[in-house]
């Protein structure tokens, strides 16, 4: 973090409290510190819990795809490729981001997209059926040291910040999955109907739920009763545009909507109407992957 910081110790040390102003009264945020020498590994309470280098480094040729983290900061995943492969293992950080550890017991699969609980325990995962012979929803109990195949295709995942409700795509089926019990089981939101569907978005207890088809009809889908109900909601024809990503606030009032080409959409009001956001001098987007703070304020096309 680029940022000032006070103590009352006089040598930095594991043990010490950082704060933000010389009165001390608010601590440093979760995360970590660089004092010119040493990388010092900050909790939520802004006390020194360690050391760590700044980043690792996996060997060989690879890129890096995705990245995915928990609401509270604290558990984050990339996913990385060795070059001229589609598989490739998780690197996992449990302290924020301040150090990191490859992830080879959940094994080498075509990672595409994982959600964490805020604990970090649970995790719902979709792994590339077209590329990976192990392709399809995986669900993991034990912060991701193992991996469970739940035997259904998906290329999207969600889930509330406690880990029990869990949703997944499958964009080539049409189907949404829905697990109430952490993953363990699963079944189809049958009151949908079919889709191609992407990317879903959820509200932090699982309530509010939100998705979008890139079959050309240019509308979202919302449920505000854990998808037992739905409804058509955002713009609607005559245009003609993918509904790909979206992105709620942790309350389910704000959410997001990045049609593929006329995007961003906005909404404030759980999902009932969105309107549309233009960008720069007036443009509209083809818009790929959206984000959204808990609260709602700060927002990312």
């Known amino acids: 973090q680029c940022l000032s910081y006070f103590s009352y110790c006089s040598t930095l040390s594991v043990g010490c409290y950082l704060y933000t102003n010389p009165k001390r009264t608010t601590t440093v945020g979760a995360g970590w510190v660089f004092d010119g020498t040493t990388n010092w590994v900050v909790n939520s309470s802004g006390m020194i819990t360690g050391t760590a280098s700044c980043q690792a480094t996996p060997a060989g040729n690879s890129e890096w795809s ?4 928990s609401e509270t900061g604290q558990y984050q995943i990339v996913i990385n ?52 012979v192990d392709g399809g929803l995986y669900v993991s109990t034990n912060s991701g040291l193992t991996y469970t195949y739940k035997n259904l295709a998906a290329i999207r995942t969600a889930i509330s910040d406690n880990g029990q409700i869990m949703y997944a795509t499958d964009h ?8 109430t019990d952490y993953g363990s089981t699963f079944s189809s939101v049958t009151a949908l109907g079919s889709g191609s569907w992407q990317q ?11 998705v979008g088809s890139s079959g050309n009809d240019f509308s979202f889908k919302r449920s505000g009763d854990y998808g037992v109900s739905w409804s058509t909601t955002g713009p609607l024809p005559p245009y003609i545009y993918d509904m790909v990503a979206t992105a709620m606030s942790n309350s389910g009032q704000y959410q997001m909507g990045g049609p593929f080409g006329v995007g961003p959409y906005i909404s404030s009001d759980y999902g009932a109407t969105f309107t ?9 987007k083809a818009i790929e992957y959206v984000a959204m703070s808990g609260s709602g304020q700060f927002m990312l096309a």
């Open 66 to 69: 995705g990245g995915f983290i």
């Open 81 to 132: 490729i060795p070059s001229n492969s589609y598989v490739g293992y998780l690197w996992e950080s449990s302290d924020y981001g301040a150090t990191w550890t490859e992830n080879t017991s959940a094994g080498a699969k075509s990672w595409q997209h994982i959600s964490i609980s805020s604990n970090g325990v649970y995790r719902v995962a979709a792994v590339d059926s077209t590329t990976n």
């Open 172 to 179: 080539y089926a049409g189907v949404i999955y829905k697990s």
């Open 200 to 210: 879903p978005s959820t509200s932090s207890n699982g309530q509010w739920v939100l």
């Open 276 to 284: 549309q956001k233009l960008i720069g001098n007036n443009y509209t």
